[in-house]
């Protein structure tokens, strides 16, 4: 549903791991870029709770694929302040300590914000901020080779470790979790980045969004 006052447009763009959903993402964002003040690509991931009191073997046991992993409250007080135009300190997840970061982002408001991640549909608290949910659809197969090849070559885990917390936790909790929310979606792109024609169709809409707001700029 579109806003009617004159604030930043919020995409929020889910699905599964290894779905396409940066992918998308990105594509959305370069496409956009020149034709409004500013764009913010936000990573759900940011998000994760805080472990910092917690030692490194129970922070291994800590599923990170179910909705408790993230810390929900800080996601949506951060997201209202940047939809009034107020800056925020995002946090930084340390992926090899398992916990934030001791450093922060500061983030300027933007006049897009893509909201990227697994469960970025899953809150009704999340939903209602949104201007377009989208869903990323992919088969189970496509989304497992694509969480090896990221997580052997961009966090330096052995493929035993990849299927073991893939067959523990990344599937059982897609099925639990994360596939129910296609139902809230207003756009399913099936294939993820692949799929060009509705990743332009979905440009489109928000070029629309961005008119109505006031925040349009077209480029010459």
């Known amino acids: 549903m579109l806003k009617e006052q004159k604030r930043p447009v919020l995409i929020g763009v889910s699905g599964g791991s290894g779905s396409g959903k940066t992918t998308v993402s990105d594509a959305i964002f370069h496409r956009l870029v020149g034709n409004s003040n500013s764009l913010l690509i936000l990573h759900q991931d940011s998000y994760y709770k805080d472990q910092s009191k917690m030692t490194m073997t129970q922070r291994r046991g800590v599923n990170y694929d179910h909705p408790n992993a993230f810390d929900m409250d800080l996601l949506i007080s951060q997201l209202k302040r940047l939809l009034n135009y107020q800056p925020v300190d995002i946090p930084i997840y340390d992926y090899g300590k398992l916990t934030r970061s001791s450093k922060t982002r500061h983030q300027q408001p933007c006049d897009v914000i893509i909201l990227e991640g697994i469960f970025a549909l899953y809150s009704e608290r999340l939903r209602d901020l949104m201007d377009i ?78 008119k109505s707001h006031g925040n349009y700029h077209e480029v010459h």
């Open 133 to 210: 949910k989208v869903y990323v659809d992919a088969d189970d197969d496509i989304r497992l080779i694509r969480r090896i090849h990221r997580d052997l070559h961009e966090r330096h885990r052995t493929l035993k470790q990849v299927i073991q917390q893939y067959l523990a936790t990344v599937r059982p909790m897609f099925h639990q979790f994360i596939e129910p929310t296609k139902r809230y979606a207003d756009v399913i792109i099936p294939e993820g980045g692949e799929n060009q024609v509705a990743i332009d169709l979905l440009t489109t809409k928000i070029r629309s969004i961005l």
